[in-house]
């Protein structure tokens, strides 16, 4: 707590907490984490059931709507997601405008803020018939925009969504078939698909979900606030980190080079960090990263690469890195991000595309979150004060006489 006298000339305090270490944002119903206990409840449902019991839009409706659907409710709200799976074909064209190489992530941030100039009646967000259709069109287009994204950066023709599939079947049909060809629905790669959807849908206050709410706070349309949040999501210390994860894994290569990893990331002169290991909230094993390692081994099993070299070194670094004293004193565990860049490059999505996934999967929670912000009658906008470091007054100075 900050005594604000000597700088603002009148009484009062500030709280100054780099980083929102404590200091909680808004209030929420939607996701609980008990970081020192490792417990991920979706409006009170543990994760793993519903990872393993749930679709994925049963899920996301009860991220939106806080119980989990009826039939007739799972029914209605399927019908009206694969009503608004296809983009506007005038969008389509807009992918040709980015550079052939560009990083899908790029291309997800520019077209979902594009959504906007395409969608004028879901912006109002005054309007809840609007609010529900902004959410409805994220949820469903952000399949078709990622693998567009994604057939676009490999100069494949668009796969347009086929609506009888499931959501994570037409997804995965939409990036990896090919024309000329039958594209074959594998049930254990689609549930794996699933799974990783459920396990990324919502995590509280992160960065980016964070993003949404401070950019919704000024009343700025959902597809803007998905966008910012997009962005946010992009860097390395965020969604980012399952490409670095498995990277970082590659270039370890063999078991026998991983102590030397080990003793860089407990270096302070060495920026080096294990990627894919610690967490702000979770003090404990992430729950999530559970789920991952099981779905892991099921989809390399599956795809016959459960000799994968490259899952040996995250096994074997896990095992080190957990009976390391410098991991356990400061309680870092590997996350989600540890196995799900193997499960991914296994389920044949290209590195650059890892944070499309997430990207994808986290819109219900972004679309939830910010619909909770916004139906808050107490809502102000996001406008959080500073502790200033610079100058006091001085005097101006013109140029000519400045040395
Ligand atoms: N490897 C080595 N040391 C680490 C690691 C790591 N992966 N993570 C944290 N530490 C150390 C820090 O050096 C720091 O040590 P110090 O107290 O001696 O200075 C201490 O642990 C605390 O780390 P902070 O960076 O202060 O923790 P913070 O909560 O700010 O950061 C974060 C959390 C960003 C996830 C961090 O653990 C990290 O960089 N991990 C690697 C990147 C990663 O996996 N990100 C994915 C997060 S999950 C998600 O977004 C889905």
Same mark, same amino acid.
């Given at each position: 707590?900050?005594?604000?006298?000597?700088?603002?000339? @009148?009484?009062?305090?500030?709280?100054?907490? !780099?980083?929102?270490?404590?200091?909680?944002?808004?209030?929420? &119903?939607?996701?609980?984490?008990?970081?020192?206990?490792?417990?991920?409840?979706?409006?009170?449902?543990?994760?793993?059931?519903?990872?393993?019991?749930?679709?994925?839009?049963?899920?996301?409706?009860?991220?939106?709507?806080?119980?989990?659907?009826?039939?007739?409710?799972?029914? #209605?709200?399927?019908?009206?997601?694969t009503r608004h799976t296809m983009l506007h074909e005038q969008m389509n064209r807009f992918f040709s405008g980015f550079r052939r190489d560009a990083h899908?992530?790029?291309?997800?941030?520019?077209?979902?803020?594009?959504?906007?100039?395409?969608?004028?009646?879901?912006?109002?967000?005054?309007?809840?018939?609007? @609010? %529900?259709?902004?959410?409805? @069109?994220?949820?469903?287009?952000?399949?078709?925009?990622?693998?567009?994204?994604? &057939?676009?950066?490999?100069?494949?023709?668009?796969?347009?969504?086929?609506?009888?599939?499931?959501?994570?079947?037409?997804?995965?049909?939409?990036?990896?078939?090919?024309?000329?060809?039958?594209?074959?629905?594998?049930?254990?790669?689609?549930?794996?698909?699933? @799974?990783?959807?459920?396990?990324? #849908?919502?995590?509280?206050?992160?960065?980016?979900?964070?993003?949404?709410?401070?950019?919704?706070?000024?009343? #700025?349309?959902?597809?803007?606030?998905?966008?910012?949040?997009?962005?946010?999501?992009?860097?390395?210390?965020?969604?980012?980190?399952?490409?670095?994860?498995?990277?970082?894994?590659?270039?370890?290569?063999?078991?026998?080079?991983?102590?030397?990893?080990?003793?860089?990331? &407990?270096?302070?002169?060495?920026?080096?960090?294990?990627?894919?290991?610690?967490?702000?909230?979770?003090?404990?094993?992430?729950?999530?990263?559970?789920?991952?390692?099981?779905?892991?081994?099921?989809?390399?099993? #599956?795809?016959?690469?459960?000799?994968?070299?490259?899952?040996?070194?995250?096994? %074997?670094?896990?095992?080190?890195?957990?009976?390391?004293?410098?991991?356990?004193?400061?309680?870092?565990?590997?996350?989600?991000?540890?196995?799900?860049?193997?499960?991914?490059?296994?389920?044949?999505?290209?590195?650059?595309?890892?944070?499309?996934?997430?990207?994808?999967?986290?819109?219900?929670?972004?679309?939830?979150?910010?619909?909770?912000?916004?139906?808050?009658?107490?809502?102000?906008?996001?406008?959080?004060?500073?502790?200033?470091?610079?100058?006091?007054?001085?005097?101006?100075? !013109?140029?000519?006489?400045?040395?």
């Open positions: 707590v900050i005594d604000i006298t000597s700088l603002y000339g @009148r009484t009062g305090c500030f709280t100054y907490d !780099p980083g929102f270490t404590s200091t909680a944002s808004c209030e929420s &119903k939607i996701t609980y984490i008990d970081g020192d206990k490792g417990i991920l409840l979706y409006r009170g449902y543990p994760i793993d059931e519903l990872a393993e019991h749930t679709t994925f839009l049963e899920t996301a409706y009860l991220l939106l709507y806080g119980e989990l659907p009826t039939k007739v409710q799972y029914d #209605a709200f399927k019908l009206r997601i899908p992530m790029a291309i997800m941030v520019g077209v979902v803020g594009a959504l906007s100039a395409f969608y004028h009646d879901s912006i109002d967000i005054r309007d809840p018939w609007q @609010r %529900e259709m902004a959410s409805i @069109r994220m949820i469903a287009k952000m399949p078709t925009i990622a693998a567009m994204a994604y &057939k676009y950066s490999i100069g494949q023709p668009f796969v347009y969504p086929k609506n009888e599939l499931d959501y994570s079947a037409n997804f995965m049909r939409m990036c990896f078939a090919v024309p000329c060809e039958e594209y074959e629905i594998d049930p254990v790669l689609t549930r794996a698909m699933r @799974r990783i959807f459920i396990l990324h #849908a919502d995590h509280e206050q992160n960065a980016s979900t964070s993003t949404v709410r401070l950019a919704g706070s000024s009343g #700025a349309n959902p597809f803007a606030c998905i966008s910012a949040g997009i962005a946010c999501l992009w860097g390395p210390a965020h969604g980012g980190a399952n490409e670095a994860a498995l990277m970082m894994l590659e270039e370890i290569g063999s078991v026998s080079r991983i102590e030397e990893y080990v003793r860089r990331a &407990k270096d302070k002169d060495d920026p080096f960090r294990l990627m894919g290991f610690g967490h702000r909230v979770y003090k404990n094993y992430d729950p999530r990263a559970k789920i991952m390692q099981k779905t892991c081994h099921e989809v390399l099993a #599956a795809v016959g690469h459960q000799d994968d070299p490259i899952l040996k070194v995250a096994m %074997e670094l896990e095992k080190i890195a957990l009976s390391d004293e410098y991991f356990i004193e400061k309680k870092l565990y590997p996350n989600i991000d540890f196995y799900s860049g193997i499960t991914l490059k296994a389920l044949a999505s290209p590195p650059t595309c890892f944070t499309v996934l997430f990207a994808l999967a986290r819109t219900v929670g972004w679309i939830a979150q910010w619909k909770e912000m916004i139906e808050d009658p107490s809502q102000r906008i996001g406008r959080p004060r500073q502790l200033y470091t610079g100058a006091t007054e001085r005097a101006f100075v !013109p140029m000519d006489d400045r040395h």
